[in-house]
């Protein structure tokens, strides 16, 4: 087991974002988190990550209770995380934004091995071409890779994937899934949000379902797509819902 | 740690020449001249580290000079501390107050954080105003046996001139190396996203005070040198506002976040503030025309000339840090 999440609770204000959340996760597994927005999903990984604090609850990452402890020190333990929104660092090169990620990150490198390892990762999300480029010039579709290659570089054990499908073409979605599986195939465990259904259900070993920031199932892909409960998250009328996915195939 | 490379080694170079002139031609106006610029180009090249690297725009960043030299002019005045000594011990001082100054200021971002500095400055300022022990508004004089103990008068003044040479060259290459280093990857992570360089794992926290410390080291060592010189300390010339915006100027004017871009911003400053105060109608007005200039260069150049120049110019990348 890599993490474990116990009873987690975040409160914004009266706003309960996660409601004792629960769950634990395997080494190697890809594990998707879906949920209507506003189902508390980023906050999950916000709270993972250390950039918010839970009021309850623990999260014990590779035997070591990290509740609480500051991002960068999270980030060393061997958690990366990609940003729903990029983040891109605009007047660095692609390269250099990636050696921050090496550099700081879990194996806490030099420069010249941040370097190397920077070229291996650009090659891998087929970014190299773009490496001297500022990060600032590249399109969307370029800065989620470059994310995603930041995330990478920091040689994570357990990698946070925050909608890195979102706003990608058919071909570049299928692009990604193959990198993804990639990345699992050398020993990396990942949790990722998406919503885009057909495809965190081919990739994801196991899924969670956030609502209202509480857990309202988990399971395979298949058992979860099939849950009324889910369903009715999601669309309201559990009914007319499977007819549609049933649709949709 | 990386080698110098050219990029380090000519802008020294042309540093040294310039230090090197009056010191051949012994003409004391070109020495005084001479002086202000590498006292300006080590005030531009420390708030670089600051505003350039990280991103943190200090507005009040002339309080570390004014807090330098008034330990230096102190530890001289009352206890008769040899110079080198005194100043090494003002500058330590100016950052320690920075470092400490920082755990609370660099907290906030943005505007909040500059509207802060200028608040430092001011707070200090009144402080010193109102400190009898060390003058207060009046200040402190030397009596001009202190500079017996150098050599009489016109050997301190070369002793100043050499001892602001050394730190210029110093200055010059702390900052090149802060930007070829990890460190410096770091400082530049936070000054494009402190969010997500945190994220990233960088110790941002720990990355700011550094900075900050060493961004106050260099002008509490200088300002040390200029008081000593100068003979004479108040609260108006140690923390005078107009000096930070003229350090923001010139490292804006030059590139920020660039290593020959102060160095540039300082001469061109320093030469340009010259010419208009011998001029009858511009003498009152330079500081007005540095704003409009300032205000130009935001606009329709924003990284500054040797920005500028790296931008346009790829192949001039690796020569011109």
């Known amino acids: 087991m890599i993490l474990k999440v116990e009873n987690v609770t975040k409160r914004f204000g009266g706003l309960v974002a996660l409601n004792k959340v629960s769950f634990t996760l395997e080494k190697g597994e890809i594990l998707g988190i879906i949920g209507p927005n506003g189902a508390g999903k980023t906050t999950l990984f916000n709270v993972i990550c250390g950039v918010y604090s839970p009021e309850e609850g623990r999260i014990i990452f590779s035997d070591v209770d990290i509740t609480g402890l500051p991002p960068f020190k999270i980030t060393r333990l061997g958690i990366a995380r990609t940003h729903q929104v990029v983040k891109p660092l605009n007047d660095l090169t692609v390269k250099e934004n990636v050696m921050v990620g090496a550099c700081f990150g879990k194996s806490y490198m030099g420069l010249e091995d941040a370097e190397k390892i920077a070229e291996g990762v650009l090659d891998t999300v087929g970014l190299k071409e773009r490496s001297e480029l500022l990060a600032g010039k590249l399109n969307v579709p370029e800065k989620k890779r470059l994310e995603l290659a930041r995330a990478l570089a920091s040689q994570p054990t357990l990698l946070l994937l925050d909608e890195v499908l979102a706003g990608l073409n058919p071909l570049e979605v299928s692009k990604m899934l193959e990198v993804i599986r990639k990345i699992r195939d050398n020993g990396v465990t990942i949790m990722m949000i998406e919503h885009l259904m057909h495809a965190i259900m081919n990739v994801s070993d196991r899924i969670i379902v956030l609502d209202y920031g509480a857990k309202i199932a988990e399971g395979k892909p298949e058992e979860v797509a099939n849950n009324p409960k889910v369903i009715e998250a999601y669309l309201g009328d559990p009914d007319l819902a499977l007819k549609l996915l049933k649709k949709e195939g | ?321």
């Open chain 2, 1 to 321: 740690m990386k080698k110098p490379d050219i990029s380090l080694w000519w802008i020294t170079i042309a540093v040294i020449v310039l230090i090197v002139i009056p010191v051949v031609t012994k003409s004391p106006i070109l020495r005084e001249s001479v002086f202000l610029i590498l006292l300006y180009m080590t005030l531009a090249l420390s708030l670089n580290i600051i505003l350039g690297y990280t991103g943190y725009v200090s507005f009040g960043h002339i309080v570390y000079y004014g807090i330098g030299g008034y330990v230096t002019f102190s530890l001289i005045y009352f206890y008769g501390i040899n110079l080198i000594v005194a100043m090494i011990i003002g500058g330590l001082f100016a950052a320690a107050i920075a470092y400490s100054l920082g755990q609370a200021i660099l907290k906030l971002r943005g505007a909040y954080f500059a509207i802060a500095t200028i608040g430092v400055n001011e707070a200090v300022k009144a402080l010193v105003n109102n400190l009898d022990a060390i003058g207060g508004a009046e200040g402190l004089y030397f009596n001009i046996k202190v500079y017996n103990a150098y050599g009489g008068a016109e050997n301190a003044i070369w002793l100043s001139y050499y001892l602001m040479s050394a730190l210029i060259i110093i200055t010059l290459i702390v900052n090149w190396y802060i930007k070829k280093s990890k460190f410096g990857l770091g400082l530049m992570a936070i000054r494009e996203d402190e969010d997500a360089a945190i994220i990233l794992g960088v110790d941002t926290r720990k990355y700011k005070s550094l900075a900050y410390m060493l961004s106050a080291l260099f002008p509490g060592i200088a300002g040390g040198i200029f008081f000593f010189k100068n003979g004479n300390i108040e609260p108006e010339n140690a923390f005078h506002l107009v000096k930070s915006i003229e350090m923001i100027f010139m490292v804006m004017l030059g590139g920020f976040g660039t290593v020959t871009g102060p160095v540039l911003g300082a001469l061109v400053y320093e030469r340009i503030r010259g010419l208009l105060l011998i001029n009858p109608l511009f003498k009152n007005l330079h500081i007005a025309i540095s704003g409009v200039v300032l205000l130009l260069i935001v606009l329709f150049m924003p990284s500054g000339i040797i920005g500028y120049v790296r931008e346009k110019i790829a192949k001039i990348r690796r020569y011109i840090e």
